[in-house]
């Protein structure tokens, strides 16, 4: 059976998900933590590095997690009270970035994507289709020593923007945010609840780079960018590229130009 982890760093960001779950505090050392027989919720405490540590300590217990859906507020160049997950988790100090596997719009209706950067203190400087945490890109450097992009997902409710920036906000506001998260969360579970699509695609994607790599030479450096760009345009665009296509192409540098050019014309708007 799935186990899912949802995972937030505030306790107001946790309160409606432990009611509506059931879940209670379990003993964990050095963790704060509750469950069920099918969630596990950490609060992993405000900053990547706490997050980081606690994400990785936790999964390092518990092997059996099958997924991970980080959740919280941010701030975005959007209104208040919008649900957005995350096609793209980028750390702003390092520039090291994920891209979480998308499930089908039948699954989560049409929320909104956007990219979500990591920053080591609050942001001011609101751009158009980003959000603002702190927590994301240390959630996601832990989950990826356990887990592949197709089992991290990243789901923010916009709690500030330029009209009502950050210095205005009540921390006491999150709880009644983080509402509007709690289906979008609760579809993003139930998805792997019942199903072993993120598994599947993951095993698509890399028989796809193999069968490639069979055709066309790469050296260890190109089989890296493949793996990347694979990546990227499955997560975009919801399937593998176009295998004999690929196979045709003379060069690892023709193959790499031919993806980069899908990517460059691929929507980043989930269910547009």
């Known amino acids: 059976m799935s186990l899912v982890c949802i995972i937030t760093a505030l306790p107001a960001e946790s309160r409606i998900f432990i009611d509506a779950l059931k879940l209670r505090h379990v003993q964990m050392r050095g963790l704060r933590l509750y469950a069920s027989e099918q969630y596990l919720l950490l609060q992993t405490g405000l900053g990547k590095l706490r997050a980081a540590t606690a994400t990785g300590a936790l999964l390092h217990a518990r092997p059996d997690i099958t997924a991970v859906i980080n959740t919280g507020i941010a701030g975005a160049a959007a209104d208040l009270g919008s649900v957005f997950l995350a096609h793209q988790v980028v750390d702003a100090a390092t520039g ?121 030479r790469h050296t260890v450096s190109d089989r890296h960018q493949l793996d990347r760009l694979v990546q990227q345009y499955t997560t975009l665009l919801g399937q593998v590229p176009d295998l004999a296509t690929l196979q045709q192409l003379s060069s690892a540098s023709d193959v790499r130009k031919h993806l980069q050019n899908a990517l460059q014309k691929a929507p980043l708007t989930y269910g547009s």
């Open 96 to 216: 090291v970035q994920w891209f979480p596997h998308l499930p089908p719009q039948r699954q989560v209706g049409r929320v909104p994507t956007a990219r979500l950067l990591t920053v080591d203190q609050p942001a001011s400087e609101y751009r158009e289709g980003t959000l603002f945490d702190m927590e994301a890109s240390g959630i996601f450097m832990a989950a990826s020593n356990w887990l592949s992009n197709d089992s991290m997902h990243s789901v923010k409710v916009v709690s500030d923007n330029a009209k009502q920036p950050l210095t205005a906000f009540e921390p006491a506001q999150a709880n009644a945010l983080m509402q509007a998260c709690l289906p979008v969360v609760m579809q993003l579970a139930d998805w792997h609840h019942q199903s072993e699509k993120g598994e599947a695609n993951t095993q698509s994607r890399d028989a796809c780079c193999d069968a490639i790599h069979a055709k066309v």
